[in-house]
């Protein structure tokens, strides 16, 4: 019952101001946000990927609304992506992009994030690396898989993510797997209505398991993200059963999320993809983040009444 309340107040500017004042939230934020500058953020990831992990990195924020933000939102990826080429990660370190952060739900809003993200994608290639387009809520989707079509032209590597608790996502699943996308299946983190998702749990881990099937048997390469036990077993076992060796798909989890379990996997000699999530306009992150374990939120409360 917590979950869509905390995902409405996540799009709340009037929480967002309190939660955001509130002096003890940075202590329980650091756990999900790696650093805030550039310079916090480089020491991270030669610490992750010394350890064998790969990362996708995400400069966190959204829903902006001048085109100067976007613009913004562009120049801190390719100042991220200019301190990376010194250390000649190449694909270990990818890009993770919002398009509503390129300015997509501005007017013109498609070419814009096209425009924007462009840039991007052609920095990421110049130091051997690519980029995946996250998947934002369904209104945005359309527009999302036209923008990964169109920079898939010159960047076949350009990767996307689907959600399994949408009802669209089995068609998308098998257009995608069938054109040999890279393709990053998750849950679904949204507030989304009763007409386009799945509200119940079992309901979306069943249709998460249908749609890793298709996307294992097919021709992409599958980037399953989960923290769930048996999901992860389940890859395996149907990786096994496809016929995939382990450098032909990749877990993927978040940053500060069963990191044992993520060192646990790469060390098994599975490719363990951790999304890296830092910046400043941490809310929408921070708060999906609380609606998806209850007890995060307990956590965070509790810590606020005992400072
Ligand atoms: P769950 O059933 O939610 O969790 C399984 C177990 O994992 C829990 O029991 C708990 O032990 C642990 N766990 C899960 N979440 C948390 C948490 N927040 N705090 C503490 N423990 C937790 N969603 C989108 O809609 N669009 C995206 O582009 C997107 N990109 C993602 C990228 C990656 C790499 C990952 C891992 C997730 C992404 N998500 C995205 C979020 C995703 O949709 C889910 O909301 C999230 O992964 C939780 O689902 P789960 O599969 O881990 O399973």
């Not at 393709?183 to 881990?205: F, T």
């Amino acid at each position: 019952m917590l979950g869509p309340v905390i995902l409405a107040a996540s799009r709340s500017d009037r929480m967002r101001r309190l939660i955001t004042a509130a002096p003890v939230t940075k202590q329980v934020v650091d756990r999900f946000i790696a650093g805030e500058t550039v310079d916090d953020i480089v020491p991270v990831v030669e610490d992750l990927t010394g350890k064998g992990l790969e990362l996708t990195m995400d400069v966190v924020g959204e829903d902006i609304t001048t085109p100067e933000q976007a613009t913004a939102a562009r120049d801190a990826y390719l100042t991220l992506i200019d301190r990376l080429k010194g250390l000649d990660l190449g694909e270990k370190v990818e890009m993770s992009v919002k398009l509503s952060m390129f300015g997509q739900a501005l007017p013109g809003g498609h070419e814009l994030a096209l425009a924007n993200v462009r840039p991007v994608v052609e920095a990421a290639a110049g130091i051997g690396t690519t980029v995946t387009l996250d998947a934002e809520d369904h209104t945005t989707l359309d527009s999302m898989f036209a923008v990964h079509e169109e920079l898939r032209k010159d960047f076949p590597q350009t990767g996307c993510v689907i959600q399994a608790y949408l009802f669209r996502t089995e068609a998308d699943a098998r257009r995608l797997a069938a054109s040999g996308s890279r393709v990053r299946l998750v849950k679904g983190a949204y507030k989304e209505p009763a007409e386009v998702a799945y509200q119940n749990k079992h309901e979306i881990d069943k249709a998460y398991v249908r749609i890793l099937r298709i996307l294992m048997e097919g021709d992409g390469y599958p980037m399953v993200a989960s923290h769930d036990p048996r999901l992860i077993s389940i890859a395996q076992e149907m990786a096994r059963t496809a016929g995939r060796k382990l450098d032909e798909y990749e877990f993927q989890m978040l940053y500060g999320i069963r990191s044992e379990e993520q060192l646990r996997l790469a060390a098994e000699g599975h490719r363990m993809r951790v999304y890296t999530a830092y910046g400043t306009d941490w809310y929408g992150y921070f708060m999906r983040r609380l609606a998806e374990k209850p007890a995060n939120l307990r956590f965070f409360l509790r810590s606020m009444v005992t400072k």
